[in-house]
């Protein structure tokens, strides 16, 4: 099976956006966590230092798995790649 890479640019600016309170602003961060961790789990890393506002995200996964589906659900995209080390 070929490895693909999938790939998300990630970019939390506007995390606390309408949050009228810091209730709604702890749910907000809590959804932040709650994606984070799943995409730790799918073995998603950093592709390189976060910065200006932009965290890239990098997982090499086999096509059509399980784990490719879960991570285009959770917002990543395909890059097309001939060859994975």
């Known amino acids: 099976m070929d490895k693909i890479i999938l790939r998300k640019i990630h970019r939390a600016k506007w995390l606390y956006d309408r949050c009228k309170s810091i209730d709604e602003m702890l ?3 809590g959804q932040e966590i709650t994606q984070l961790e799943e995409l ?5 890393e950093l592709e390189d230092i976060s910065e200006d506002d932009y965290t890239r ?3 090499k996964v086999d096509e059509d798995s399980t784990e490719h589906q879960q991570l285009l659900d959770l917002g990543l995209m395909v890059e097309e790649y001939d060859e994975v080390e």
């Open 40 to 44: 730790q789990d799918l073995g998603v």
């Open 57 to 59: 995200f990098i997982a």
């Open 27 to 29: 749910e907000c961060l």
